[in-house]
């Protein structure tokens, strides 16, 4: 088919795969070739097993896959016919010396730019898509423009803003699309060529267009204000468990507020997903790195509260369990960092997990998408643990059941049958608050929901 420009996204993961399957599809005009290293990702892409569960991503890839969306392992020859090249590898948080545990590395990126001036014969734009510190597009520049052929490349800031489960909605109709770039004429010009693109299907009030490091910044800063919402409503369901006040009333009460609004105020066992703490840690490295010490500070405790509130859930569990847990078996009702998708990358389930096996307790897991991930994430982990696709099976013989991803499933479990078949007393934890708390005890159980008085018949 006739394409005027070619497309290529180095990083065939969560972002990557999706966001380049709706630019196929909606830019018929573009050719989008997808490459990655891992070479039974691209395999799968190319199946009818995609490698990630995402609602709806099967559709839009069936309809573009071998018309303009391609998938490869062949990353030079990707590099070589591409006139936009989107870079959307992960950066994970560096594990050793300077910076370790909140830095981000930049081993990956920085071995990305050389790859991609090695294999090019002309100059391109080049788009930051993964998240990255503020002023990662100097070092990239540096490292593009430094070879003897005399190649320009434009670095472009376009962070992505989906969210994992809504993935495809968020790409398709998006609050806005960000574009940052040099105030250069040839800045200019290859921001022009990344709006354009996204102008085919996106309003253009939508598309917002900035300097280079304000678009590196935000994106830092967008995921830090969700995840501080978080750690403040959490923060809040403390003090409503010792004051009897009810979190769920106090986040609708202030919520109605328009100037506060109801999203992200919802109360949990804590926020998980691979970026959060990764882009909040990383915001944390670069205030500190320019002497910013209080601003480091400031961002590092929703981190932290984040942490506290975990350990809280299962402090809670223990307490009201009679101070022991040993040999007990615990349904833990998800895995997942949050419900509609398969990912449990630094999800509150993990450390859930991680504390009752310390407190020797026998661990039941079960997810509608997640056992995979959460077998491998556990794997090196010592105690009785068992994964179970059935809940009704996980929670047989158990002491207590505690819900960690809000899965729409168990909102419509028989309970009924679900406390039948349990040991006695009882227990619900309830660490998203979906589920029908009164109605939960007036059957029997003992329910423990985050930020409520618990209900006990113990
Ligand atoms: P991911 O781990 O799912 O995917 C990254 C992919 O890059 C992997 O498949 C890996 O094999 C590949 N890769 C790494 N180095 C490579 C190289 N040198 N050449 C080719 N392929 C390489 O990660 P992700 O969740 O897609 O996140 C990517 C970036 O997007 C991160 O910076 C993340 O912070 C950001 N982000 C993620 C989300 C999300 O919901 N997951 C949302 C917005 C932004
Ligand atoms: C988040 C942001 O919402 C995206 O905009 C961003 O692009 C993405 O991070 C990223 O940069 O990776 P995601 O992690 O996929 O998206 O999911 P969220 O819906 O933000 O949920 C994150 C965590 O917070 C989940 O564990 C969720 O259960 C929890 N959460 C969310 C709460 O505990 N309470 C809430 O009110 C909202």
Same mark, same amino acid.
């Given at each position: 088919?006739?394409?005027s420009?070619?497309v290529l996204?180095i990083?065939?993961?969560?972002?990557?795969?999706?966001?380049?399957a709706v630019?196929?599809d909606?830019?018929?005009?573009?050719?989008?070739?997808?490459?990655?290293?891992?070479?039974?990702?691209?395999a799968a892409w190319n199946?009818d097993?995609?490698?990630?569960?995402?609602p709806?991503?099967?559709?839009?890839v069936r309809?573009a896959?071998?018309?303009?969306?391609f998938f490869?392992?062949?990353?030079?020859?990707?590099?070589?016919?591409a006139?936009i090249?989107f870079v959307?590898?992960?950066?994970?948080?560096k594990?050793?010396e300077?910076?370790?545990?909140?830095a981000a590395d930049?081993?990956?990126?920085?071995?990305?730019?050389?790859q991609?001036?090695?294999?090019?014969t002309?100059g391109?734009?080049?788009?930051e898509k993964?998240t990255l510190?503020?002023?990662?597009?100097?070092?990239?520049e540096r490292i593009?423009n430094?070879?003897e052929r005399?190649?320009?490349?434009?670095?472009v800031?376009?962070?992505?803003?989906?969210?994992?489960?809504t993935?495809i909605?968020?790409?398709e109709?998006?609050?806005?699309?960000?574009?940052?770039?040099?105030?250069?004429?040839?800045g200019a010009?290859?921001r022009?060529?990344?709006?354009?693109?996204?102008?085919?299907w996106?309003?253009?009030?939508?598309i917002?267009?900035?300097?280079?490091?304000?678009?590196e910044?935000?994106k830092?800063?967008?995921?830090a204000?969700?995840?501080?919402?978080?750690s403040?409503?959490?923060?809040?369901?403390?003090l409503?468990?010792?004051?009897?006040?009810?979190v769920d009333?106090?986040a609708y009460?202030?919520?109605?507020?328009?100037?506060?609004?109801?999203?992200?105020?919802?109360a949990?066992?804590?926020?998980?997903g691979?970026?959060f703490?990764?882009?909040i840690?990383?915001?944390?490295?670069?205030?500190?790195?320019?002497?910013?010490?209080?601003?480091?500070?400031?961002?590092?405790?929703?981190?932290?509260?984040?942490?506290?509130?975990?350990?809280? @859930?299962v402090?809670r569990?223990?307490a009201?369990?009679?101070?022991?847990?040993?040999?007990?078996?615990i349904a833990l009702?998800?895995?997942?960092?949050k419900?509609?998708?398969?990912?449990?990358?630094?999800?509150?389930a993990?450390?859930?997990?991680?504390?009752?096996l310390?407190?020797?307790a026998h661990?039941v897991?079960?997810?509608?998408?997640?056992l995979?991930?959460?077998?491998?994430d556990?794997?090196?982990?010592?105690?009785?643990i068992?994964?179970e696709?059935?809940?009704?099976?996980?929670?047989k013989?158990a002491?207590a059941?505690?819900?960690l991803?809000?899965?729409?499933?168990?909102?419509?479990l028989?309970y009924?049958?679900?406390l039948a078949?349990?040991?006695?007393?009882? @227990?619900?934890?309830d660490?998203r608050?979906?589920?029908d708390?009164?109605?939960?005890?007036?059957?029997g @159980?003992?329910?423990?929901?985050?930020?409520?008085?618990?209900l006990?018949?113990?």
């Open positions: 088919m006739d394409t420009v070619n996204c990083g065939a993961g969560y972002v990557g795969g999706p966001t380049m630019i196929a909606r830019c018929r005009h573009a050719r989008v070739t997808v490459v990655d290293v891992n070479e039974a990702r691209i199946s097993a995609l490698p990630i569960f995402e709806g991503l099967d559709d839009v309809r896959r071998g018309r303009n969306l490869s392992t062949d990353i030079e020859a990707g590099i070589r016919d006139d090249i959307s590898v992960n950066a994970l948080t594990t050793f300077e910076g370790a545990g909140r930049l081993q990956y990126w920085e071995k990305t730019a050389r991609i001036l090695a294999h090019s002309r391109k734009i080049v788009v993964s510190p503020v002023r990662t597009a100097e070092a990239m593009l430094s070879g005399g190649l320009r490349f434009e670095v800031s376009n962070p992505e803003f989906l969210a994992e489960g993935a909605k968020d790409l109709r998006p609050d806005r699309v960000l574009v940052g770039s040099h105030e250069t004429p040839a010009n290859a022009r060529a990344v709006t354009d693109l996204y102008a085919t996106v309003p253009r009030d939508r917002i267009e900035s300097n280079l490091w304000s678009a910044l935000s830092l800063t967008a995921n204000f969700l995840a501080q919402r978080i403040s409503i959490n923060s809040i369901s403390a409503c468990e010792v004051t009897e006040a009810d009333e106090v009460a202030i919520g109605t507020d328009s100037r506060i609004g109801p999203r992200f105020l919802k949990s066992v804590g926020f998980g691979s970026c703490r990764k882009d840690l990383n915001l944390v490295y670069i205030s500190e790195s320019y002497g910013l010490d209080e601003v480091a500070r400031y961002w590092e405790s929703v981190v932290r509260m984040n942490d506290w509130q975990e350990a809280r @859930f402090r569990m223990l009201s369990m009679f101070n022991t847990v040993a040999g007990k078996r009702f998800g895995f997942a960092f419900a509609d998708t398969g990912d449990t990358r630094e999800s509150p993990l450390a859930v997990t991680r504390q009752l310390d407190e020797h661990v897991i079960t997810d509608p998408q997640a995979a991930n959460a077998r491998i556990t794997a090196r982990l010592e105690g009785a068992e994964y696709p059935d809940p009704y099976a996980a929670a013989g002491h059941i505690a819900v991803t809000e899965w729409e499933v168990y909102r419509t028989d009924a049958r679900l078949a349990m040991e006695r007393p009882a @227990f619900v934890f660490g608050n979906i589920l708390h009164r109605r939960l005890f007036e059957m @159980f003992s329910v423990y929901a985050v930020g409520k008085r618990p006990k018949h113990v």
